[in-house]
């Protein structure tokens, strides 16, 4: 049985930082690509980040480059999503999601629960 759990969601001003951690269970994951999904009210979900199996590659779109960073602990089955200079339309609920491929689409075959980012003005 895989479980992803997220936590370190919460209310931050624009501008701040939030980290999101997610943790991980189950046999295979540590061979597993591994991304950040989020949805905000009335919008498609989109992707935020993805990280091979190695950490070796990286994935992100123009809306979130250089602003957040993925990275992944396989001795401890987490995967982190640092998140800096927070912009209201950042708000949204997050989801940690894990899969055999890495993809920028929502084709993983995991997900979390989700973790509620609100980013003030």
């Known amino acids: 049985q895989v479980q992803l759990v997220e936590s370190g969601g919460g209310l931050v001003q624009a501008g701040g930082s939030l980290r999101l951690s997610c943790a991980a269970s189950?046999?295979?994951?540590?061979?597993?690509?591994m991304a950040w999904f989020r949805q905000a009210p009335g919008k498609e979900r989109e992707f935020v980040a993805a990280i091979t199996w190695t950490g070796a590659s990286t994935f992100y779109p123009d809306s979130v480059k250089g602003r957040f960073t993925i990275s992944r602990d396989n001795g401890k089955n987490t995967v982190n999503l640092e998140m800096n200079s927070l912009k209201p339309e950042d708000t949204a609920v997050y989801y940690c999601?894990?899969?055999?491929?890495?993809?920028?689409?929502?084709?993983?075959?995991?997900w979390g629960q989700g973790t509620q980012v609100t980013v003030s003005s």
């Open positions: 189950g046999r295979f994951l540590r061979t597993y690509a």
């Open positions: 999601a894990a899969g055999p491929h890495v993809s920028r689409g929502d084709d993983y075959d995991y």
